[in-house]
């Protein structure tokens, strides 16, 4: 079984920073991809970036620039820095991860709130 635990979310100003953090555990032989989501009230589910084991990082095109996706293989974790955050980023953000364990699968954390007040 494998669980994945995001933590860092909150209450934040326009204009103020977050760090987002997801780390993932249990019977885990690999993970490929590792990423974030975002969903606001009354909207889909949209992806905001993601990372490989290598490094290539990828990001929504809303985000580029104020958000920095990190991860730690040898933790099997992954970070997102938000800077210069706006009312619309609010959301709830969910950390994902393609895992091996036998077989490949995606995993999702349980979310994690992000307030931007204006």
């Known amino acids: 079984q494998v669980q994945l635990v995001e933590s860092g979310g909150g209450l934040v100003q326009a204009g103020g920073s977050l760090r987002l953090s997801c780390a993932a555990s249990?019977?885990?032989?690999?993970?490929?991809?590792m990423g974030w989501y975002r969903q606001a009230p009354g909207k889909q589910r949209d992806l905001v970036a993601t990372?490989?084991?290598?490094?290539?990082?990828n990001y929504a095109d809303s985000v580029k620039g104020r958000f920095t996706i990190s991860r730690d293989n040898a933790k099997n974790t992954v970070d997102l820095q938000i800077d210069s955050l706006k009312p619309e980023d609010t959301a709830v953000y969910y950390c994902?991860?393609?895992?091996?364990?036998?077989?490949?699968?995606?995993?999702w954390g349980q979310g994690t709130q992000v307030t931007v007040s204006s």
């Open positions: 249990g019977s885990i032989f690999s993970i490929n991809v």
């Open positions: 994902f991860a393609d895992v091996y364990t036998g077989s490949w699968n995606n995993h």
């Open positions: 990372t490989t084991p290598g490094g290539t990082t």
